[in-house]
């Protein structure tokens, strides 16, 4: 699918999802109707906003994921799956490189280290 669709390929999860439902005989892949908490839509331009705010301010994340709701745990995957996905491979590198610099801290310091 990653191969056709590229980013707009659903995630693992969502699949595994679909699935489960076509299996118990649903023909649709869309959401029953339900009670609680309206249905958000996330389009190219809200995600672009939301990616230019957290690029900004880091501590943005922390704060959104942390007032989030998510219904499930699948919500929780394809939200962690998205967010990975959409990095560039600069965000991993530079992680990956800051690692020496964090271990030799902590060894310097005799693993009493909290990075603040």
């Known amino acids: 699918m990653v191969a056709t669709l590229g ?3 659903p995630s693992y999860a ?3 999802r679909w699935v489960a ?3 118990q005989g649903k023909e649709s892949i869309e959401d029953d109707a339900h009670p609680g908490r309206p249905v958000t839509v996330a389009t190219p ?3 672009n906003k939301v990616y230019d705010i957290v690029m900004t301010d880091r501590r943005v994340t922390e704060r959104y994921v942390a007032s989030t709701h998510f219904v499930s745990d699948y919500d929780v995957i394809g939200e962690v799956e998205g967010f990975l996905n959409g990095q560039e491979k600069g965000f991993y590198k530079s992680g990956i490189e800051a690692l020496k610099t964090r271990w030799q801290k902590c060894i310097d310091t005799q693993r009493d280290y909290v990075e603040k």
């Open 45 to 47: 331009e809200m995600v």
């Open 21 to 23: 439902k076509f299996k």
């Open 7 to 9: 980013n707009d390929a």
């Open 14 to 16: 969502t699949v595994k």
